[in-house]
């Protein structure tokens, strides 16, 4: 019977040392599932935008699961004549999610865009329903931001489908930000009614339109965008109007001045016509939201002169 007990116990020493090791195997491999599903979870979505406000709604939308990079982040860079470098090409290349304005505006983003076969594109003159001739300064829509929000939370739910509901809560907050914006241009629109302006350069005539006016001097404007003189009538034309006393305020772009503005907007000063500064990009300092108020509290005190 002891003999019999003892070969039992050295056939049972073997399996049992195998069943441990196996356990241990196992063990191992589901410590290490469970780390690269932790890995996988902090893995954050790499966006790309040619421009800082489009940068910034991204950011807001993706929240903790994203990183953004925005190309063009300083007001000094002039994005007519920004020239993208290898690193730019490389961010490009390696994004998951890549926003362009379109429409021309960002050529070589949509080219970029273009070549990474395998991210999400959000061009933003779809978004806005661009047609050839329409002005392509779309941040200066009044509902741009309110437009950008469902593209983003559905490109980037089909990268994160688990994320959605969070990238929506964040759409709503962001929104939410933005109602004293809102709230600004409902009151100035009513108070704008009836009147007339002119601008030097055409950049925000989208919030103009918005506000419901609109830019009485577009062959001007139009030359000045165009990288071109006006010609003498028309430059005749903007002095006549400012001195016949009609004007409200003039809108100048300082980022496009050139002797010909300059000679413009002083001859607005000098008949006591307030003029509002506006920029193409979005200043260094400022916020979309503090960008855009900034503005139409410039036109604000215009109304009060």
Not at 41 to 50: G, M, P
Not at 250 to 268: G, I, L
């Amino acid at each position: 019977m002891q003999k019999k007990n003892r070969r039992l116990r050295w056939v049972l020493i073997p399996v049992i040392a195998v069943i441990i090791l196996l356990g241990l195997i196992f063990q191992r491999a589901w410590q290490n599932e469970k780390a690269n599903q932790g890995l996988e979870a902090t893995k954050k979505i790499n966006i790309v935008t040619s421009l800082a406000v489009y940068g910034e709604m991204a950011k807001a939308v993706v929240g903790n699961r994203g990183q953004v990079d925005s190309i063009l982040t300083k007001a000094s860079i002039d994005p007519h004549e920004y020239e993208p470098s290898v690193e730019t090409a490389k961010q490009y290349a390696k994004a998951q999610l890549i926003i362009s304005n379109g429409a021309g505006y960002d050529a070589w983003s949509t080219k970029f865009a273009k070549a990474n076969q395998k991210a999400q594109k959000i061009n933003v003159n779809q978004v806005v329903g661009y047609q050839a001739g329409d002005n392509e300064h779309f941040w200066y829509q009044p509902m741009i931001a309110k437009q950008m929000m469902q593209p983003l939370v559905d490109k980037l739910s089909s990268i994160d489908p688990a994320s959605k509901s969070y990238f929506e809560a964040n759409a709503k907050k962001y929104m939410a930000t933005l109602r004293p914006l809102e709230n600004k241009r409902n009151k100035l629109s009513v108070q704008l009614k009836g009147k007339k302006i002119m601008v030097t350069e055409p950049v925000y005539d989208n919030a103009l339109t918005g506000l419901g006016v609109k830019n009485i001097n577009q062959n001007f404007s139009r030359a000045i965008e165009a990288g071109n003189d006006p010609i003498p009538t028309d430059v005749l034309a903007w002095n006549d109007t400012l001195k016949q006393g009609e004007v409200a305020f003039v809108v100048n772009n300082p980022q496009a001045e050139n002797t010909v503005t300059k000679r413009a907007v002083s001859m607005a000063r000098q008949d006591k016509v307030p003029v509002v500064e506006v920029t193409e990009t979005k200043p260094d300092d400022k916020n979309y939201l503090q960008w855009q108020l900034e503005i139409l509290d410039q036109i604000e005190e215009a109304l009060k002169s």
